[in-house]
């Protein structure tokens, strides 16, 4: 059966290495026959440039339609005076909370050949495969009551809300037990339950939902504790699974364990599989144009699609071979130089990664 993907390019680099992943994409489809549709689509500054609105109708239409989306980045200097409700980063909000995009995975892989670029000793770092799950739609970020109001006595007060009901915690912990499934088959449940009692409920959900998965270890630690051992011994853990904001925190922790951002990708799942994949970078205005950004985030983020959403782990393993194989072969841009290797820009890196692709099929 046909499966459509969404594609999604949006604004800055988008488009430049949006269209590197693409030709991957193309030749994974010669190569094995696999039957997608691409349908291209407008959001964040570009769509408000075309339409008035960062997620314009059909994108949003597009989106739900599709087996997995593949998004570039949103924003840049030109949309930041807008009114909020109009700039290009609602457009990428919009789509996590209409499409359900509840669990947001990001891997923290330090590819060998970039070792030199992790701030941590090699030891500390090398062979480093993590894999953050942030709870997305819920906890902190969206509870309420919110707020900043004035006390009697004239004093101002800011208040947030940490709420999490039973069945959001519930379904992060399914879908982290799941990808633990897929990989070492361990998942630590990060929480606070000793000072908050919205964790508290956290960590008693996830000890019911693991006993549905007894070939899963289960273990819990608290935030403060996960922060530190993130830098000090990172390469304990296989899966992570956290709330809204504590996974953003250890997130942004753990990936600079790798030291360049421009080789994260991400994904955010709903329930069913479907999902928005994307780099953890952002739309890099200071090298748009200029034909010099790092392709390979987003073209990690096509193997997670290819993943999670339309469940061909082969060709995904065979793109992340491919990756491995361009920086074997001492190709670098410049993000990611080091002297000795091959300085290139953002065509010919993801025109080796394509030739690594066709040798590793050939
Ligand atoms: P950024 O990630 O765009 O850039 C930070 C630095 O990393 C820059 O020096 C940039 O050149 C470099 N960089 C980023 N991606 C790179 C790549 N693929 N190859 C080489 N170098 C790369 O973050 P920023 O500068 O804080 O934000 C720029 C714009 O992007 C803002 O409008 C911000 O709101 C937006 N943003 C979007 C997303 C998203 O679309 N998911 C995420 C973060 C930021």
Redesign the pocket.
């Known amino acids: 059966m046909t499966k459509k993907i969404a594609v999604l390019a ?1 604004d ?2 988008g488009p430049e ?1 949006v269209t590197e992943a693409l030709k991957v994409l193309d030749c994974v489809a010669a190569e094995t026959g696999l039957d997608v549709r691409i349908e291209h689509g407008l959001v964040g500054g570009a769509a408000y440039d075309a339409s008035g609105s960062p997620l314009p109708e059909a994108t949003l239409a597009l989106g739900k339609e599709a087996d997995a989306v593949l998004l570039g ?4 200097p030109k949309w ?1 005076s807008l009114d909020h409700a109009v700039r ?2 609602r457009g ?1 909000l919009g789509l996590r909370s209409e499409l359900g995009l509840f669990s947001n995975l990001r891997p923290a892989i330090l590819h060998p050949q970039l070792v030199d670029a992790s701030t941590l000793k090699a030891d500390v770092v090398s062979g480093l495969d993590i894999m953050i799950m942030r709870e997305l739609t819920s906890g902190i970020y969206f509870g309420t009551p919110r707020g900043i109001r004035e006390l009697s006595d004239g004093e101002r007060e800011g208040f947030n809300t940490l709420v999490y009901r039973e069945s959001e915690i519930r379904r992060i912990g399914h879908s982290a037990l799941r990808i633990a499934r897929k990989r070492d088959r361990r998942v630590c449940s990060v929480d606070k339950a000793n000072v908050l009692e919205a964790t508290e409920l956290w960590r008693e959900v996830m000890i019911e939902v693991a006993e549905q998965y007894p070939d899963v270890e289960l273990s819990h630690m608290y935030v403060d504790n996960a922060a530190m051992q993130l830098v000090r011994a990172p390469k304990q853990f296989d899966v992570i699974v956290t709330t809204n904001m504590f996974g953003d925190i250890l997130s942004d922790c753990a990936s600079m364990l790798t030291g360049s ?2 080789m994260l990708p991400s994904a955010s799942l709903d329930g069913n599989g479907k999902g928005m994949y ?2 953890i ?7 748009t144009g200029r034909g ?4 390979l ?1 987003t073209i990690l983020s096509l193997a997670m699609l290819l993943r999670y959403s339309l469940d061909e782990s082969d060709a995904a393993e065979h793109i992340e071979q491919a990756v491995a194989d361009a920086l074997d072969a001492g190709i670098r ?1 410049p ?1 990611i130089y080091s002297h000795g290797m091959k300085k290139v820009g953002t065509v010919p890196m993801g025109d080796a990664v394509v030739a690594a692709l066709r040798r590793a099929y050939s």
């Open positions: 949006g800055g680099i290495i980045a949103v924003g840049g930041e290009p980063e990428l951002i421009g994307e780099p970078h952002g739309s890099a205005p200071d090298i010099c950004a790092n392709p985030a841009t993000d």
